[in-house]
């Protein structure tokens, strides 16, 4: 019988899903979820996992629900590939579902992010662990939640989450999920982005950082942090003032090299 099946999602992921992978071997069932890895994520995966999954959609809910289907579980444990689960952990997960109290259980995460745990970032507690008869779907493009059917209750260790590990990575990340966070704002209806609104917004997550939660305290990774996530806050605003942008960039630039070919057609 297949007591708990631990789904991974990923896309070109070849550094980190390894680890992640191999601190599964607890779990009766491994799948790994993809949605288009062109690199060596998908050799690895086989190594380890007993299914892979080819996700489709855009959205980090579509992937995990998809997974979901194909899990054959009584449990579902769900992992990123920067996750990792330690021996201490992966014995209260057995425990827990052995004797369950509750549908559905959150796992508290150890943040390392730049190389170092920053003692002021906040400790979430992560909806993963569930019964797969318990859990509805996942919802939301980013930051998605799942819909549990029943209680859910806390696990004390801590999962590892290794973030942040280069500052390439993060921009390149950034990149990539501003453009949906910024489409998600649009579609809510946001305000017209203006030049003011980039100050407040700067200055709000920055204080919220470096003060209000103290990443100060935490040296040099955790003034990096602060910026950096201010820096991330910012761009996702520019996309937005992009997208509500009338006339768009696109059409502006045409329309500059339209008049630029007027001219010259009028000198001949």
Wanted: proline share 3%; hydrophobic share 40%; aromatic share 10%.
């Amino acid at each position: 019988m297949v007591k708990l099946s631990a789904i991974i999602i990923s896309k070109d992921e070849e550094d980190v899903i390894e680890t992640a992978l191999k601190s599964l071997k607890f779990a009766d069932e491994v799948i790994v979820a993809d949605s288009g890895s062109t690199d060596n994520t998908l050799k690895i995966a086989k190594k380890y996992a007993n299914k892979i999954v080819k996700t489709t959609g855009n959205s980090f809910g579509q992937w995990r629900n998809q997974a979901m289907q194909a899990a054959k579980g009584n449990w579902i444990l769900y992992l990123d590939s920067d996750e990792r689960i330690p021996p201490k952990l992966a014995r209260e997960i057995v425990a827990t579902i052995n004797e369950p109290i509750h549908d559905a259980y959150t796992i508290p995460r150890y943040e390392v992010l730049l190389g170092k745990h920053l003692s002021h970032w906040p400790d979430p507690h992560v909806l993963r662990l569930m019964k797969k008869s318990s859990l509805v779907k996942w919802k939301g493009t980013l930051h998605e939640q799942p819909e549990i059917k029943g209680t859910v209750g806390k696990l004390r260790e801590q999962m590892i989450h290794l973030t942040h590990r280069d500052f390439t990575a993060m921009i390149a990340k950034t990149s990539k999920w501003s453009i949906k966070e910024a489409i998600l704002l649009k579609k809510a209806g946001h305000p017209k982005m203006v030049g003011w609104r980039f100050f407040r917004i700067i200055f709000t997550e920055l204080f919220q950082r470096l003060i209000k939660q103290g990443l100060w305290k935490d040296g040099t990774e955790g003034v990096l942090e602060a910026i950096f996530l201010s820096f991330s806050r910012f761009f996702t605003y520019v996309r937005l003032w992009e997208m509500q942008r009338e006339p768009s960039l696109d059409k502006t630039y045409k329309h500059i090299d339209k008049k630029i070919l007027e001219e010259w057609d009028k000198e001949s």
